[in-house]
């Protein structure tokens, strides 16, 4: 005759202390996945700002270089930051001027833009922060100058902690349109 033998019901100590190992290992790879996303969007979102700042500054000095007649050297400051670059450009929206200046300049930490009879208007927000700004004249053998532009931005909240940190350096050159 066989005896109906009955297993004890519930857990034993030693499959509760590896469940509870199993479940202790999810936890901290899940957490440790969700701190490095973390610091991956925030790293992220620093470099967009700065490229972002960065782009939209070079295309404005693009676009208002490639329009301007000369540039006026006695106010422009070339190869030292920061520097300062000063542009002349035809008018005929003032009456009685032929000629109309626009500059750029470092202003606190932003790089700004000042049209003549206008007030600066900086280029860059304030989550970025302006570190370097060169401008260097290029003579060209034909008549026409030339400008190589250098721009640094750094993130303005300054962090000890990688993800935080960065730069981003531009460097263009262009040559004014004659007219």
Known sequence: MRENFKLPE???LIEMIVYVAIVAVLVLVIAAFAVWAIQIGSKTRINYELADNARRAM???VYEIKNSKTIYTPVS???TSPGQLSLEQATTSIPGETATFVDFFKCGNALCEKK???TPQALTNERVKLTSLK???LLNSTTTPS???SLKLEPAASSTRPEYAGSLELINTVTLRSY
């Open 10 to 12: 519930g857990f034993t």
């Open 59 to 61: 295309e404005k000095m």
């Open 77 to 79: 400051i070339f190869e």
């Open 116 to 118: 003549e009879g206008q």
């Open 135 to 137: 401008f260097f004249q």
């Open 147 to 149: 400008v190589q532009i």
